[in-house]
């Protein structure tokens, strides 16, 4: 114990950084780790010979541009894909094609989805914006508001009952409002759902997983265009 200031458990993203944060701040670190690799649910690793996987994100969402500096994720290379995911349904479903460029993904949306599915994912990436107010999704270093701090953000009515739905609502509350057409939607739902469930392993009916949309469709409001987009590390 004596040979280091602070043990970070876990070396996950998040263990990653914060090791990092207290090593640059002059703590003697030391940063543990089960498995035989870095990065946790975030790794790419080579289960077989010649192949590397990703084990569970692949996608990198927008992030506050100084935690991308202070991180130096800009000097990392990035591909940009113009397809970050696709989710297929049953047999005769269209799939869902998440297309990186913001105009693909709309013109996609109306073409296979119909356009109650653009008018839906719009009113989503709408509804993300005063629980992201909220979330604080891109301040730095502040601390968590708490929930009247987190009610004073809303610049209207429907802010703040977008507010209270991320707190106490579902992902499904949200989703099943704004694209209720449970046959024509599905493959679009379950894709939506599964933000839910990669952010808290629980499922999208669970109350508070809401807070997931909100963090995922989050736009930065100094976004001037590419940043605001997904991308992928080359790893
Ligand atoms: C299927 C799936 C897809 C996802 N896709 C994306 C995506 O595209 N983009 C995105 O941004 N996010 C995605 N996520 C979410 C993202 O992977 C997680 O939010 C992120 O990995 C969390 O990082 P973390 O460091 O907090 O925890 P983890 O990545 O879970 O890391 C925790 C680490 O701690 C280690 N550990 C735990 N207990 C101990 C212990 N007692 N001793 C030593 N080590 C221990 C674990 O082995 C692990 O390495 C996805 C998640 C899933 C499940």
């Known amino acids: 114990m004596t040979d280091y200031d602070a043990i970070v458990v876990g070396a996950g993203h998040n263990g990653l950084t914060a090791a990092a944060v207290l090593q640059r701040a002059g703590l003697r670190t030391l940063c543990l780790e089960a498995n035989t690799y870095a990065g946790g649910m975030a790794a790419t690793v080579e289960l077989i010979d010649g192949f590397r996987y990703e084990i569970a994100g692949s996608v990198q969402f927008p992030t506050a541009s100084q935690i991308t ?117 599905a493959v679009m739902c379950g894709m939506l759902a599964f933000l839910a469930v990669n952010s808290t392993y629980r499922g999208p009916y669970t109350p508070g997983s809401a807070t997931c949309l909100a963090f995922a469709l989050a736009i930065p409001q100094d976004n001037t265009g590419g940043t605001a987009m997904m991308t992928k590390l080359d790893e």
């Open 69 to 185: 500096k202070e991180l130096g994720l800009d000097t990392l290379p990035t591909v940009d894909p113009a397809v970050m995911s696709t989710n297929i349904g049953e047999s005769g479903e269209e799939p869902m094609i998440f297309y990186r460029d913001p105009m693909q993904l709309m013109t996609h949306l109306d073409e296979r989805h119909g356009l109650e599915a653009v008018t839906g994912m719009a009113e989503l990436i709408g509804w993300s914006h005063g629980p992201a107010k909220a979330l604080g999704r891109f301040d730095v270093r502040q601390p968590p508001k708490t929930l009247d701090e987190m009610y004073a953000c809303a610049a209207n009515e429907a802010e703040r009952r977008a507010i209270h739905e991320m707190l106490f609502g579902s992902a499904m509350d949200v989703i099943d409002r704004l694209l209720p057409d449970k046959d024509k939607h």
